[in-house]
T-cell receptor
Framework: GAGVSQTPSNKVTEKGKYVELRCDPISGHTALYWYRQSLGQGPEFLIY????????DSGLPNDRFFAVRPEGSVSTLKIQRTERGDSAVYLC?????????????FGPGTRLTVL | AQTVTQSQPEMSVQEAETVTLSCTYDTSESDYYLFWYKQPPSRQMILVIR??????QNATENRFSVNFQKAAKSFSLKISDSQLGDAAMYFC????????????FGQGTELSVKP
């Protein structure tokens, strides 16, 4: 079956602009996660959803970042007033549930470049 | 702070040989899971192996095995009979029992395999 997909694969924007990054999880997966991976670093947790609700948003760096998952499937990560420091690869993952043994399957990421 | 440290930014191994990647972590919790993920140039993270902290027996998946030393908070990955396709970034990560699916990653080790 299809894996986790993310669109766009690359996004170039100018400082101050608004961007939306989309994640399509594996069908039937109730848990969805967003991570940010800066150059040369490991992924950093941003937020995760169980169903439609954000179960843990402790990793969002500030109020310019927001994520939604209105129907419990597709999720959108929204970044307002982008800054050069937001440049990174944004990874999405999904798992069947948030259960301890459920494997997180990752998408290929969206590379965001803020000029 | 909960951290994961991978002290080897780069490692190299000859094809068919064995290589060990190091990982240490710091948490005051006693219940958690440990993971090794592989990230090829395609950026898609792939789960290699996982270990439950309460299990003393080291996990093994085909050519991949771990050496889990809970008291030392050490979790190294051994790759036997290395293949060209093993070349990638490898990330160590852990997940606490009581924090849903949130993964904490290390900085990664870039593994190259020489033919």
């Amino acid at each position: 079956g299809a894996g986790v997909s993310q669109t766009p694969s690359n996004k170039v924007t100018e400082k101050g602009k608004y961007v939306e990054l989309r994640c399509d999880p594996i069908s039937g997966h109730t848990a969805l996660y967003w991570y940010r991976q800066s150059l040369g670093q490991g992924p950093e947790f941003l937020i995760y959803f169980q169903g439609t609700g954000a179960a843990d948003d402790s990793g969002l760096p500030n109020d310019r970042f927001f994520a939604v998952r209105p129907e419990g499937s597709v999720s959108t990560l929204k970044i307002q007033r982008t800054e050069r420091g937001d440049s990174a690869v944004y990874l999405c993952a999904s798992s069947l549930t948030e259960g301890r043994l459920d494997t997180q399957y990752f998408g290929p990421g969206t590379r965001l470049t803020v000029l | 702070a909960q951290t994961v440290t991978q002290s080897q930014p780069e490692m190299s191994v000859q094809e068919a040989e064995t290589v060990t990647l190091s990982c240490t972590y710091d948490t005051s919790e006693s219940d958690y899971y440990l993971f090794w993920y592989k990230q090829p140039p395609s950026r898609q993270m792939i789960l290699v192996i996982r270990q439950e902290a309460y299990k003393q027996q080291n996990a093994t998946e085909n050519r991949f095995s771990v050496n889990f030393q809970k008291a030392a908070k050490s979790f190294s990955l051994k790759i036997s009979d290395s293949q060209l396709g093993d070349a990638a970034m490898y990330f160590c990560a852990y997940r606490l029992y009581n924090q849903g699916g949130k993964l904490i990653f290390g900085q990664g080790t870039e593994l190259s395999v020489k033919p």
